[in-house]
């Protein structure tokens, strides 16, 4: 799924980026992300894409988003929160120097695939917050340690435990 978006692109430098949509790309909130996604991610300048709800910046493509993926339930990768927009960060496992966010409370979902060589995935997010947080939050949140309760706090009273 992720490398049938990413092989063919991340090396093009035509002038409009091919992709393929998400399965919800037809969703009204992706239509709201897509016309506020940003001129320039870091120092890279948006180019056209041929698909909808999609996003590519720089030449080469450094920086891919596709808007109406699934949204993840639960995740070990670490989860951020960045201007209101809490973000998995993920690096693909076939290639440790493609980086992966997708947003995480939120529906649709984003993805963005970034070649971390050109791009860190905190510039990406910091630059991206703004066009995702017009997607809808479905109520669910990055937790920090203080949102986990401690085994001692959750036992039973008069427990062995």
Known sequence: MLTA?????????????????????NDPACAQVTVHLP??????????????????WGTPTSVLLRCGVESPAVSDDPCYPVAGVDWISSVDPADPERGILRTFGRVPGLEVVIDLTRVSSGTVAQDLSTAAGYLPQDGKRCLDAGDVPLEEESAAPGGSG
């Open 39 to 56: 001129e320039a991610v870091g120092d890279h300048a948006r180019r056209e894409t041929d698909a909808q709800a999609t996003g590519a």
């Open 5 to 25: 978006l990413v092989v063919p692109v991340l090396g093009a430098c035509s002038a409009a980026v091919p992709l393929s949509p998400a399965e919800g790309a």
